[in-house]
């Protein structure tokens, strides 16, 4: 059992349950008590177009950049231009945003009603929950570090599966908690990102989530600049203050050792149904 803490907004401490069979953590956090304030700060970057700090401008480029990374991605798994693509956890709606513009039919979920309204500003249809989309079924389904937030993971899988087309592509990015940056940073590891990110996955909970849902886990791939995001952060946790290059030797490190060990700071599961 982890204790760890939320230094990004609340200040509290949480309390990670390890589950030995599927080399999963699980945050402690009361089902009863809302998440809703855990999420409604300045500092949750994903929920806003913010350019103000030096940070925030960085985080937005390198945005543009994996945004057009991922569409890539997704122009390799499916050779058809004319299919649907559901964004669940869309945010802002910059990735969706993207894809309408290459011609993609795109629907996003977002339940932050501010970051709904940021994207739907955009011209985007944005659904504020997954039941809310009816008798629509998708080519892909993409969840750009989502899955972690759900209270209950395989539910929310097996909802997905109900609107995935036969064949239909489920991509999905977490962080991994056998990287060297999260081994490095150990408690002041970003990522753990309590208790907003309610599980805390490896590359064995997907081979075994993929078996558990009958899915075929067709590709792992890395996201790079994750490590160097995650190190600068957790450099500020642990010491104060961002120490831009430090956080950034660290980042480089993880990329170097995950050459060799596979494990990188987050990974993306490519699972077809």
């Not at 909802?159 to 081994?183: C, E, M, R, T, W």
């Not at 886990?217 to 010491?239: A, G, N, R, T």
């Not at 104060?240 to 987050?266: A, D, H, P, R």
């Amino acid at each position: 059992m982890k204790q760890v803490k939320d230094y990004n907004i609340s200040q509290e401490e949480f309390q990670l349950i390890y589950h030995a069979d599927l080399d999963l953590y699980q945050t402690q956090f009361n089902k009863f008590e809302s998440l809703d304030r855990y999420y409604e700060s300045e500092n949750y970057i994903s929920h806003t177009d913010s350019k103000k700090s030096w940070f925030d401008k960085m985080y937005q480029m390198v945005k543009t950049f994996t945004i057009k990374s991922k569409w890539c991605l997704i122009k390799k798994n499916i050779q058809n231009k004319n299919i649907t693509i559901l964004d669940v956890g869309c945010g802002t709606g910059d990735f969706l945003k993207a894809g309408k513009k290459n011609g993609f039919n795109v629907v996003g979920v977002e339940p932050n009603k501010n970051a709904r309204a940021l994207a739907e500003k955009k011209s985007l249809t944005v659904k504020s929950d997954l039941s809310e989309i009816n008798n629509i079924q998708f080519d892909v389904i993409t969840l750009w570090h989502v899955l972690e937030h759900v209270p209950d993971y395989n539910d929310y899988i097996n909802q997905l599966k109900k609107i995935l087309k036969p064949n239909g592509i489920l991509i999905i990015a977490v962080p991994n908690f056998n990287s060297y940056d999260a081994h490095h940073y150990k408690n002041y590891w970003a990522a753990w990102d309590v208790p907003r990110h309610l599980w805390h996955f490896s590359k064995k909970t997907f081979f075994k989530v993929s078996e558990k849902h009958q899915l075929k886990l067709i590709h792992i791939k890395p996201m790079y600049f994750d490590s160097f995001y995650v190190s600068l952060l957790s450099e500020e946790y642990k010491s104060g203050t961002k120490k831009l290059f430090k956080g950034f030797l660290i980042g480089l490190w993880s990329n170097f050792i995950g050459m060799w060990s596979k494990e990188y700071s987050s990974h993306i599961y490519i699972l077809k149904k």
